[in-house]
T-cell receptor, first 116, second 116 residues
């Protein structure tokens, strides 16, 4: 596996279900991100983890719960979602150097989530 | 807060011709980075080109070039000699150069169709 991988690629769940999205990066990066991509809206940053510590929570509802056990893996735990949460969820990673220049964010292919 | 606006939801171009995608942004910062990302139908987002705000020279990457107008807060993407593989959603994005800021702010995207 190379780059950033996400599983599953497609997920259909009911509003009472609990599921998890998984992201894995094989690039040796130290920062990982969750984005939400809804139709006709800009990509929305949800969470940022830098060196496994959450550095940003962009006012995301508590029904989304991130977990970053190590710098290569990122999870998004989902529970009691709403139909409006249906979207493409993208994971990304980058190598962030404190005080250094920006580094490119590499994206995974996304998980298409449908909430019934 | 920074915002990014892409005023063209859809654009089309004939193969081998040139097309320009528009992007404007709003910020009070003087140092930042701007990006164009491409998202083909397979959904994996990839970086096309980047521009550092402190550089006056416009960035170029093969057939892709930008017209960066800092005073006007404009950052357009020009694709020369368009190819069928250029068909995709194109997203303009902004990132602060402030230390500790990994957040990318995206526009809504422009869907580019390339006609044979």
């Amino acid at each position: 596996e190379t780059g950033v991988t996400q599983t599953p690629r497609h997920l259909v769940m009911g509003m009472t279900n609990k599921k998890s999205l998984k992201c894995e990066q094989h690039l040796g990066h130290n920062a990982m991100y969750w984005y939400k991509q809804s139709a006709k809206k800009p990509l929305e940053l949800m969470f940022v983890y830098n060196f496994k510590e959450q550095t940003e929570n962009n006012s995301v509802p508590s029904r989304f719960s991130p977990e970053c056990p190590n710098s290569s893996h990122l999870f998004l735990h989902l529970h009691t979602l709403q139909p409006e949460d249906s979207a493409l969820y993208l994971c990304a990673s980058s190598q962030e150097i404190a005080g250094g220049p920006w580094n490119e964010q590499f994206f995974g292919p996304g998980t298409r989530l449908t909430v019934l | 807060a920074q915002t990014v606006t892409q005023s063209q939801p859809e654009m089309s171009v004939q193969e081998a011709e040139t097309v320009t995608l528009s992007c404007t942004y709003d910020t009070s910062e003087s140092d930042y980075y701007l990006f164009w990302y491409k998202q083909p139908p397979s959904r994996q987002m990839i970086l096309v080109i980047r521009q550092e705000a402190y550089k006056q020279q416009n960035a170029t990457e093969n057939r892709f070039s930008v017209n960066f107008q800092k005073a006007a807060k404009s950052f357009s993407l020009k694709i020369s000699d368009s190819q069928l593989g250029d068909a995709a959603m194109y997203f303009c994005a902004y990132r602060s150069a402030s230390s500790g800021s990994e957040k990318l702010v995206f526009g809504k995207g422009t869907k580019l169709t390339v006609n044979p």
